[in-house]
T-cell receptor, first 114, second 113 residues
Framework: DTGVSQDPRHKITKRGQNVTFRCDPISEHNRLYWYRQTLGQGPEFLTYFQNEAQLEKSRLLSDRFSAERPKGSFSTLEIQRTEQGDSAMYLC????????????FGQGTRLTVV | GQQVMQIPQYQHVQEGEDFTTYCNSSTTLSNIQWYKQRPGGHPVFLIQLVKSGEVKKQKRLTFQFGEAKKNSSLHITATQTTDVGTYFCAGKRGSSNTGKLIFGQGTTLQVKP
């Protein structure tokens, strides 16, 4: 499978716990994006990387959220002290670094905070 | 901040009828992309428009980018049940090399056979 892979697909956690999600992009893609999607809404931009550099972060990404892409390949998104409002689908996407190219999305990680 | 608005939110059509969704941005976009998300699935890229006034067709789908590069539309002719899903527009502003896509809220299409 050469698509974008996300793990886990589903995560249920108790409020206050920390969670970490992983994304493996398409291998030749040097851009990686994280989005969050809630029911009935479009994906909301969280952050993106060009190789290992985090180039842009949304104001939605509070200090409880952190993303890394240490070797410019896979990425992790960590949420600390989860809140019920963090419940959403977390989507990862990747693309080449060229202008005007499409983003390829993974299947997402659905987070439920109880 | 920049917003991308999409209407309508929902559309129910009889199979064979046409369907159109409209996308409007509060600021000029460098380009606009369209994605389709099936129920329970993830967004899948359909097309990208870059030039002012650009029109592109994919079989029964026609995509248009406005002259001011602030609005776009997707028109489906003679809908089929396979067209069911949510259609999102997503715009890039400023430098086209930015990675940030701003998505609209989506239009969910239901097609009655």
């Amino acid at each position: 499978d050469t698509g974008v892979s996300q793990d886990p697909r589903h995560k249920i956690t108790k409020r206050g716990q920390n969670v970490t999600f992983r994304c493996d992009p398409i291998s030749e893609h040097n851009r990686l994006y994280w989005y969050r999607q809630t029911l009935g809404q479009g994906p909301e931009f969280l952050t993106y990387f060009q190789n290992e550099a985090q180039l842009e972060k949304s104001r939605l990404l509070s200090d409880r959220f952190s993303a890394e892409r240490p070797k410019g390949s896979f990425s992790t998104l960590e949420i600390q002290r989860t809140e019920q409002g963090d419940s959403a689908m977390y989507l990862c996407a990747s693309s080449t670094g060229l202008s005007n190219t499409e983003a390829f999305f993974g299947q997402g990680t659905r987070l439920t905070v109880v | 901040g920049q917003q991308v608005m999409q209407i309508p939110q929902y559309q129910h059509v009889q199979e064979g009828e046409d369907f159109t969704t409209y996308c409007n941005s509060s600021t000029t976009l460098s380009n606009i992309q369209w994605y389709k998300q099936r129920p329970g699935g993830h967004p899948v890229f359909l097309i990208q428009l870059v030039k002012s006034g650009e029109v592109k067709k994919q079989k029964r789908l026609t995509f248009q980018f406005g002259e001011a590069k602030k609005n776009s539309s997707l028109h489906i002719t003679a809908t089929q049940t396979t067209d069911v899903g949510t259609y999102f527009c997503a715009g890039k502003r400023g430098s086209s090399n930015t990675g940030k896509l701003i998505f609209g809220q989506g239009t969910t299409l239901q097609v009655k056979p």
